[in-house]
């Protein structure tokens, strides 16, 4: 970042959240649902009493010890690759049930909805990170939706791709279907080519899938992001330096998993707490506490476990596209931005509290990313950007329209993609297009001139024979 983060509390508070968590960690403990997790925590020193684990202070500042502070996310096309925990990357949807457009309406996803996502994520100037689950495919059966959606981002991405949970041998064939697709490159030691948010149960919990696909990650030594979803006063405690509490104990536990089972694997630490309604019981993502907690979490994270950073930067409980959805967006990207957030992520089209991807809100959202990367840039200030030879020149009440200066420079100025910069009788002759109209016509135009694929015809071929295979594996 080119300014200065913010700050929300004092290192002594950092410090006090990190004891609080360490007495937590070691008192309440953490309850991990695989045999193979509780026997490996047993043998390298925590407490296991039945399901519950109990961990020393030391193993969990060891483990922390070990994180790397940043690591080269690789992709298919190498100029895609992404250093994350620097700089600024804005990765895909997760989680969401439903799409809709202006054309369509709310609808459920299909796997064609999917993979129209994919590609505007692939032909997005802002998105650097595809896959996930951006929506769920309602037309392909449970058992083997997951590999068809890998395929469809294979097939139209050459970007880096990440996973999602699941048992533990339909991630392990995730994981085989990315390295099909990288080839070669894959081959040497310590390359990631994919990586996996994984959610504790809260509070205090680390379900069966969870753990499986820790466990398989680690064994491909590949990323993994740990995100709890608290929600104030129904899964945490309703006072948020609780809740800040909580979900950080949650992330450490997995911590000390992840490098126990592969020493320095990288991990990123995504707090992602929500407010919980006590009107509706139901999860409110557009409420600027929550930007509060997971801001405080990011600083511990930054501060004083010096680790990769993500954050729900772009949600909102708007149910369409308009001044709400705006508001609680920017609201949410500008507090992951002060707050010195490396991934920037549920951040491209979520509508509904994460329920609905839009597809003219991933376009407006490309525009709050462009002016959050604009005011990332911060303010150069040299002797030649203080004019004053020009100023000089121009003299009092002098025009600076035709001066040299402001011709050679007049185009270095940001410029919106969807928002309306003209003047009333032009935007009322161009037929009063909305922002979502205008949004609306990108999507169409990018799907139209989307490749038709991004593999060659091998790896194609190759890809659809392991899916098969799969598909076999799982009737048995």
């Not at 695989?34 to 020193?45: F, I, T």
């Not at 696909?213 to 330096?241: D, K, V, Y």
């Not at 600027?288 to 909102?316: C, D, F, K, W």
């Not at 009333?424 to 002759?429: A, E, G, V």
Request: hydrophobic share 40%; with cysteine.
């Amino acid at each position: 970042m080119n300014f200065k983060r913010i700050r929300f509390v004092e290192v002594e508070d950092l410090h006090e959240i990190h004891e609080k968590s360490l007495n937590l960690l070691s008192g309440t403990g953490v309850q991990f649902h695989s045999e193979e997790a509780l026997e490996l925590l047993k043998k390298c020193g925590a407490k296991v009493d039945g399901i519950v684990v109990r961990f020393p202070g030391s193993m969990v500042n060891d483990a922390l010890s070990q994180c790397p502070q940043s690591y080269l996310f690789e992709a298919r096309n190498r100029n895609q690759a992404v250093r994350i925990g620097e700089g600024i990357v804005i990765a895909t949807n997760a989680g969401c049930i439903y799409v809709q457009d202006i054309d369509r309406g709310r609808r459920r996803g299909t796997l064609k909805d999917y993979t129209d996502i994919q590609k505007l994520y692939q032909a997005s100037p802002i998105c650097n990170i595809v896959g996930y689950t951006p929506v769920d495919t309602a037309d392909i059966a449970s058992e083997v939706k997951h590999l068809y959606m890998m395929f469809e981002t294979l097939r139209h991405t050459d970007k880096p791709v990440l996973c999602w949970t699941l048992k533990r041998k339909k991630i392990r064939q995730l994981i085989k279907m990315v390295e099909i697709a990288f080839g070669e490159i894959h081959d040497s030691a310590g390359t990631y080519i994919t990586g996996v948010g994984i959610n504790p149960l809260s509070p205090l919990v680390y379900s069966h899938d969870a753990v499986d696909t820790i466990i398989e990650c680690s064994l491909h030594n590949q990323p993994i992001f740990l995100s709890p979803s608290p929600m104030t006063g129904i899964t945490s405690p309703i006072q948020l330096p609780g809740t800040v509490v909580l979900q950080n104990a949650e992330i450490l536990a997995g911590i000390v998993l992840i490098q126990l089972l592969n020493p320095r694997n990288p991990v990123v630490y995504m707090p992602g707490a929500f407010i919980g309604s006590m009107k509706y019981a139901n999860c409110i993502m557009g409420s600027p506490e929550i930007m509060l907690m997971n801001s405080v979490n990011v600083q511990l994270a930054l501060e004083l476990y010096h680790l990769p950073t993500r954050s729900h930067a772009g949600t909102t409980d708007a149910k369409s596209c308009d001044v709400q959805a705006g508001l609680e967006t920017m609201q949410n990207m500008m507090m992951s931005l002060f707050s010195g957030v490396h991934m920037f992520h549920l951040a491209l089209g979520v509508l509904d509290s994460a329920y609905c991807t839009c597809l003219e809100k991933m376009i407006v959202d490309e525009e709050i990313f462009e002016r959050m990367l604009r005011l990332d840039k911060g303010f150069e200030i040299s002797g030649a950007s203080f004019s004053t030879d020009i100023i000089k020149e121009v003299g009092i009440k002098g025009f600076y329209l035709a001066h040299e200066s402001t011709l050679s420079n007049c185009r270095n100025f940001w410029q919106p993609l969807v928002s309306n910069w003209e003047p009333y009788s032009l935007w009322k002759s161009d037929g009063s297009k909305s922002v979502l109209e205008r949004a609306n016509a990108i999507v169409k135009d990018r799907l139209n001139k989307a490749p038709e694929k991004m593999i060659d015809e091998t790896v194609e071929k190759e890809l659809l024979k392991y899916i098969r295979f799969a598909e076999k594996d799982e009737q048995n």
